[in-house]
């Protein structure tokens, strides 16, 4: 059940086979006197229908103040297999909406006609039209049933089956939470018996006998494999992922390594440091390049030690620094600027 929302926890909800249209009602309880009591309410309204099917699926939060919405916007959405909107099939006519109220549409423009001789014609030619519209949406129903039928059997390999014969079984429910690369297809089953359709019953080791549509099962060649050969192939499966991942550690070293300048520095060179944790946020045309500091060592491999005036010594490799040819300003100089008037 939902969450309690005014007292009530559960929806009842009732589709129209053809026209698709839906009615739905909040309910405290999901007994079978509440059910049978919202029933009576629909055929009150609509009449007894030929046969009510139930997907007996599972119960589904303050959903109860949306509910009328959630109908409305069922009940005005154009239905593909039908080719209109439920509620222009069930009265026949487009549902009135807010927005053509606002934009004018005709029916808001149009002005009442209270001739009843006109009226009880106009009434008769629209219950003409109902009828032949709900003919040409049973048409074009059947017609969407059948394409959809076409979609589904062309993705549907042709399995045959024979008593004996051991599959394995899609779980279709399976949650993709329970593990990425957990296999949606499930352990191995006996076929006991093939009926007509493609449906097979599947027998197991513990638990009864069960039928199951034949496009969910596939041919299982494999036998019990041991846990010995399952180890040697993780062990085979390891080493090759650790080869693998030495082959792409030296590509990579020597991406990063072709794109390093060659530079030589000395003891008492002086040098920018690349500012690579700068954040952009600071200045769009901010440098990157701190500095200057001198080197006060160098050691092998490209690393070099930096002095700086406010602090220690840092160690730093080499492809961050480059080579300062400049001169420190003095803070206090200022350039001598000439001024000209306007004219000249």
Not at 162 to 174: A, E, M, Y
Request: aromatic letters at 12%; proline letters at 4%; a positive charge.
């Amino acid at each position: 059940p939902f969450l309690s929302s005014r007292g009530n926890k559960y929806i009842l909800v009732v589709v129209d086979y053809l026209s698709k249209w839906v009615e739905a009602k909040a309910l405290p309880t999901n007994d079978a006197r509440v059910v049978c009591k919202f029933l009576k309410y629909l055929f009150a309204r609509f009449g007894s229908p030929r046969a009510i099917i139930s997907d007996r699926g599972e119960n589904q939060a303050s959903w109860s103040d949306k509910l009328d919405e959630a109908l409305w916007a069922f009940r005005t959405a154009y239905e593909t297999p039908i080719g209109c909107t439920p509620y222009k099939l069930v009265y026949g006519k487009a549902c009135h909406l807010p927005i053509e109220l606002e934009h004018k549409a005709y029916w808001a423009l149009k002005q009442a006609n209270f001739d009843l001789t006109v009226v009880g014609d106009h009434q008769k030619v629209q219950l003409n039209e109902l009828n032949e519209l709900r003919d040409h949406a049973y048409e074009n129903s059947l017609i969407y049933k059948e394409k959809t039928k076409k979609i589904h059997d062309s993705k549907i390999k042709n399995r045959v089956f024979n008593v004996g014969d051991r599959g394995l079984l899609f779980k279709s429910r399976l949650k993709i939470f329970s593990g990425k690369l957990k296999t949606r297809w499930s352990r191995p089953f006996t076929i006991t018996k093939v009926f007509h359709y493609g449906t097979v019953e599947l027998s197991q080791a513990n638990g009864p006998n069960f039928k199951v549509n034949g496009h969910r099962v596939k041919h299982y060649f494999g036998g019990d494999v041991p846990q010995l050969v399952q180890l040697n192939e993780l062990n085979e499966l390891c080493d090759h992922a650790y080869e693998n991942s030495l082959i792409y550690k030296e590509k990579t070293k020597r991406i990063h390594d072709s794109k390093i300048k060659n530079r030589v520095f000395n003891v008492g060179d002086r040098v920018l440091l690349f500012n690579s944790r700068l954040k952009n946020f600071l200045g769009k045309l901010k440098t990157r390049w701190s500095g200057p500091f001198t080197i006060t060592k160098v050691f092998p491999y490209g690393t070099v030690e930096l002095s700086q005036a406010n602090g220690p010594n840092f160690k730093v490799n080499g492809h961050r620094v480059k080579h300062y040819f400049g001169w420190d300003v003095p803070q206090l100089v200022v350039l001598d600027l000439q001024t000209f008037p306007m004219d000249q």
